[in-house]
């Protein structure tokens, strides 16, 4: 999987690497079982949390590069 967007699916995000399920579980998304929360993206879930996209997203992405 190349980068992670805001545009990125979470199922996606999550079958790539299953230790991003805390990056979620932090804004408060403790649904990711969930066929709509799977679906949904990035930028979809942060909306309805009110968390910062981008700064979601940078933080996925800079665990990912550290690995």
Do not use: W
Request: net charge negative.
């Amino acid at each position: 999987m190349e980068k992670i967007t805001k545009d990125s699916i979470i199922g996606d995000v999550l079958d790539f690497d299953r230790q991003t399920a805390p990056f979620f579980l932090e804004m408060g998304m403790h649904c990711l079982g969930c066929p709509s929360a799977r679906g949904e993206t990035i930028e979809q879930a942060c909306a309805i949390h009110a968390v910062d996209a981008d700064e979601l997203v940078s933080k996925i992405n800079s665990y990912l590069e550290s690995k």
